[in-house]
T-cell receptor, first 109, second 114 residues
Framework: AQRVTQPEKLLSVFKGAPVELKCNYSYSGSPELFWYVQYSRQRLQLLLRHISRESIKGFTADLNKGETSFHLKKPFAQEEDSAMYYC???????????FGSGTRLLVRP | NAGVTQTPKFQVLKTGQSMTLQCAQDMNHNSMYWYRQDPGMGLRLIYYSASEGTTDKGEVPNGYNVSRLNKREFSLRLESAAPSQTSVYFC?????????????FGPGTRLTVT
């Protein structure tokens, strides 16, 4: 069955340290991958999607079809990056998203 | 432009009571979704409506029913609430046209069933 795995429930780093939030998926077709973020007391919102190939708030993510991964990276974490991050998969021809279990990122001063 | 709105924000129910969670979007989106968010489980899809007039089960539909009242509104009903339905419920919508598959989320409803 298709699934999205985020192996870390919590990732704690110091301000200025590099961050990598891991996401692996299982799907043999053409996937579309997303990262969503939920800041404290705010609604879930799209951070970035692989087809855009853009950097948002300093975050980037590259789809690696060979490793079926879509890890989220930022070279220098900021305190305002502290939030819950969800990786999501859309399968070809589907209107549904499959979400991972989420990783809470805590950036300490 | 309010985006996706949900009511109520908070609700406490006793086991066996019923209630309806309301969701509306003003973005003229075709598709709407109901998720529940539980610690360590991420977001799990309860029901969705790909377009007005259609509804389909998601990953965890048991104990819930939905109504796509019109293009704007998509409600979720708990007929007989159980403690296992204590969760945060999110509604979302998606345009789905021109390859735009971004989902927009509401602020959530925190439901406690005692």
């Amino acid at each position: 069955a298709q699934r999205v795995t985020q192996p870390e429930k919590l990732l704690s780093v110091f301000k200025g340290a590099p961050v990598e939030l891991k996401c692996n998926y299982s799907y043999s077709g053409s996937p579309e991958l997303f990262w969503y973020v939920q800041y404290s007391r705010q609604r879930l919102q799209l951070l970035l999607r692989h087809i855009s190939r853009e950097s948002i708030k300093g975050f980037t993510a590259d789809l690696n079809k060979g490793e079926t991964s879509f890890h989220l990276k930022k070279p220098f974490a900021q305190e305002e990056d502290s939030a819950m991050y969800y990786c999501a998969l859309r399968m070809d021809s589907s209107y549904k998203l499959i979400f991972g279990s989420g990783t809470r990122l805590l950036v300490r001063p | 432009n309010a985006g996706v709105t949900q009511t109520p924000k908070f609700q406490v129910l006793k086991t066996g009571q019923s209630m309806t969670l309301q969701c509306a979007q003003d973005m003229n989106h075709n598709s709407m979704y109901w998720y529940r968010q539980d610690p360590g489980m991420g977001l799990r899809l309860i029901y969705y409506s790909a377009s007005e007039g259609t509804t389909d089960k998601g990953e965890v539909p048991n104990g819930y029913n939905v109504s796509r009242l019109n293009k704007r509104e998509f409600s979720l009903r708990l007929e007989s609430a159980a403690p296992s339905q204590t969760s945060v419920y999110f509604c979302a919508s998606m345009a789905r046209d021109r390859g735009n598959y971004e989902q927009y989320f509401g602020p959530g409803t925190r439901l406690t069933v005692t």
